[in-house]
Each structure stands twice: as structure tokens, then as C-alpha cells.
């Protein structure tokens, strides 16, 4: 999960974070970025959209074994990372 953090936000995580800095906050993706210009975004797995890989393309959390979060910031529901905001989602999840 951290070196695919680091791919897709191109900044140094620590070890089992998916997309978070050093003190938890959330780091933008190269997904976020697109999505606020209208690009479309999405994520193909051959594994659970949970698992750290495909959450590392969106997903924001300290831990890469919080599956429901993961998730739910992957189809755009409230999560621990946004309660109050979530992220708008994935366009696509195949």
C-alpha cells in the first residue's frame, strides 16, 4: 500500500497507509487531480476493489487493512477520512 501511495501521490507514506502523509492527513492522488479538472476516473482489478492496489488509486486511510473505508471512499460514502465531506467517488470500478 505505500509504494502505491507514493506512485499515485508522488510523495513519500510510511508502511500499511494507503494515500495519507506521515501525520495521517490525506495526500491528493493523480485521480483527484483529474477528477477536479471533469476527467472521468476509475480503477480495473483483478483483486477485491478493497485491496490496497486498487484503494492506493483514490482511497485515503492509515490503515490498508480497513477494507469498508477503503471502499467507501472508492464509490463516494462517508468514511472515517470524509464524514462530513466524502470524495466524489470513482467513475468507474471494474
Aim: proline content about 7%; glycine content about 8%; overall charge negative.
Amino acid at each position: 500500500s505505500c509504494s502505491a501511495s507514493n506512485m499515485t501521490t508522488g510523495i513519500k507514506s510510511y508502511n500499511n497507509a494507503v494515500n495519507v502523509d506521515h501525520t495521517g492527513m490525506p495526500l491528493a492522488t493523480i485521480a483527484h487531480l483529474l477528477q477536479e479538472q471533469g476527467w472521468g476516473v476509475g480503477v480495473v482489478s483483478s483483486v477485491p476493489i478493497s485491496h490496497a492496489t486498487p484503494a492506493a488509486a483514490y482511497s485515503h486511510n492509515v490503515h490498508r487493512d480497513d477494507y469498508q473505508d477503503l471502499t467507501r471512499d472508492l464509490l463516494g460514502l462517508p468514511s472515517i477520512s470524509h464524514p462530513e465531506t466524502p470524495l466524489p467517488g470513482l467513475d468507474v470500478v471494474i
